[in-house]
């Protein structure tokens, strides 16, 4: 039976050392600017990338991510296929793993991506679902790691709408021990069951209305766009997070050195101004870049082969052997002989010394 493969769909599904793994070995790679042979990933490994939803870091940072690790990348739009004809997700997975090697989805629905990590018999990787977006997170946690340190017991504030961003950034306050303070209007607040869930597994994670009071001596502030792809309420948005912009007074607010953060594009003037996104404190451009380092360590941990140990062959030796049971035979006699007592060792040596 084949082993079940390594799938990236959510940061709530994977275990704290698992992605703590990975982002130590995205900024190992970074820093060496080699890939360890030790990762297992196989030669010429081929990645199918299907977009449902346009891409600029998510479809580069993969594409380079795979050719960095020896394999090759194919690029699909479901116009592109029979699945934009009404071929079902679960016979384009069943498919798609007879070809290739692991399939990243960009797409919409949730339940699209969970169907096709249903039917791969290959590792399937989460590039972005209206729920979640895990792949940008790792690459965030690992901006400012680099940046500030070590992550856990930290503060993040999110500012702005309670999107599929802030979603895992609330997965990743459970996994990496910060706090995460949410600033975001009623109408565009987390999800109740979102935060059921991160307080059951401990994560310190408050929801505020006031910007401000969210930001207010945090480490990090962190913003994404006020409409997202498929919104169609864009006046609705604009109106009710007008007061959430991130701005050099607002800035002002958290630590002196807190840096900040966008998972880009960004709508300047909106939710972030020229003077933040370009400023000192941004980390932006970090993090674009960082986005290459994190995709290539999640690649490599789902393609990587797991490791094992070495099994020792022994070889059979008549002649050694011989000489073994040999000697064994004489240790064994010798040991069976009478040993003399101390009296009589003795008596011995006084005989031998009246002669």
Not at 159 to 179: C, E, K, L, M, P
Request: charged fraction near 25%; aromatic fraction near 6%.
């Amino acid at each position: 039976m084949s082993p079940q493969p390594k799938h990236f769909l959510d940061l709530d599904v994977l275990d704290a050392s698992t992605l703590r793994a990975i982002i130590d070995s995205a900024a190992a790679m970074k820093k060496s600017g080699k890939v360890p042979k030790a990762l297992g990933v196989p030669p010429g490994a081929v990645l199918a990338m299907i977009f449902a939803k346009p891409s600029t870091r998510t479809r580069v940072s993969f594409e380079v991510a795979i050719h960095q690790l020896g394999g090759s990348a194919i690029v699909l739009s479901p116009q592109d296929m029979q699945l934009g004809r009404g071929e079902t997700v679960a016979d384009t997975a069943r498919v798609l793993s007879r070809y290739v090697d692991a399939i990243l989805l960009r797409t919409g629905p949730p339940e699209t991506l969970a169907e096709f990590a249903e039917n791969a018999t290959i590792p399937v990787i989460n590039g972005l679902t209206t729920r979640s977006h895990p792949c940008q997170i790792m690459a965030d946690v690992m901006t400012f790691e680099e940046r500030k340190g070590p992550i856990k017991g930290r503060t993040i504030a999110w500012v702005g709408d309670a999107n599929n961003v802030a979603t895992s950034w609330v997965h990743a306050a459970a996994r990496f021990g910060f706090t995460l303070r949410i600033a975001a209007p009623a109408d565009f607040a987390p999800a109740p069951e979102l935060l059921a869930w991160a307080w059951t597994e401990g994560a310190d994670i408050e929801v505020i209305e006031n910007a401000r009071k969210a930001v207010l001596g945090a480490d990090c502030v962190v913003t994404d766009t006020w409409v997202s792809m498929g919104d169609n309420d864009a006046q609705k948005r604009m109106a009710a997070l007008r007061s959430f912009q991130v701005d050099e007074a607002l800035m002002a607010a958290a630590k002196p050195d807190a840096i900040f953060m966008h998972c880009l594009p960004a709508h300047r003037g909106d939710e972030v101004t020229d003077a933040v996104i370009d400023g000192p404190q941004s980390a932006v451009w970090d993090e674009a870049e960082n986005r290459l380092h994190a995709q290539k360590a999640i690649l490599a941990w789902c393609l990587g082969a797991p490791k094992t140990r070495k099994a020792k062959v022994l070889k059979f030796d008549p002649a050694r052997s011989r000489a073994a049971n040999a000697k064994k035979q004489a240790k064994k006699a010798k040991k069976a002989a009478p040993r003399k007592t101390a009296r009589a060792k003795g008596r011995a040596k006084t005989r031998g010394a009246g002669r």
